[in-house]
């Protein structure tokens, strides 16, 4: 007795992990020129830092949450959700050594956040769709199945 053929990954929550891989790439790239800028001497850009980390924090619960989603009910790979709970809590980390002011651990800490982040972005994007599910016109019978490949073909005369 043979079991009924899996139905498709759904192709969703793929795109969803995209769309937060690119927010939160975009938002570390956004972190780092605001780090640069307050060591530059523009003082103001530390309280934009600070409410970038923030959304960035937010994002990658989200991204957690989306990862979730990608493994189940998606039936996705299981990396991203790892990798996405590792984020979450480096992001956590280097959000209380932020304020703490332990810089030596800030810094480093941040090169290895945007680092994971950017190899977390290459890797969703990377990852192939599920195919979009055919959608079926009724044939000559109504039934509305599609032709099976490899079936007989008729060959109007």
Do not use: C
Not at 16 to 44: I, K
Not at 111 to 121: D, E, T
């Amino acid at each position: 007795m043979t079991s009924p053929p899996a139905a498709p990954a759904p192709r969703w929550p793929l795109i969803l992990l995209r769309v937060t891989s690119t927010t939160l790439g975009l938002l570390a790239v956004l972190q780092v020129m605001l780090a640069g800028s307050f060591l530059n001497g523009t003082y103001e850009s530390l309280k934009d830092h600070e409410g970038n980390a923030m959304t960035l924090a937010t994002v990658v619960v989200l991204q957690l949450a989306v990862a979730v989603l990608v493994r189940w009910p998606g039936r996705g790979p299981l990396w991203p959700l790892w990798s996405t709970a590792v984020l979450t809590v480096a992001v956590i980390g280097q959000i209380t050594a932020g304020y703490g002011r332990a810089l030596g651990v800030h810094v480093t800490l941040g090169v290895l956040l945007v680092s994971g982040i950017l190899f977390a972005l290459v890797g969703a994007w990377r990852e192939p769709l599920p195919a979009r599910a055919a959608v079926a016109e009724p044939g000559p019978d109504g039934s509305g199945r599609l032709p099976r490949p490899g079936g007989p073909v008729e060959v109007a005369k």
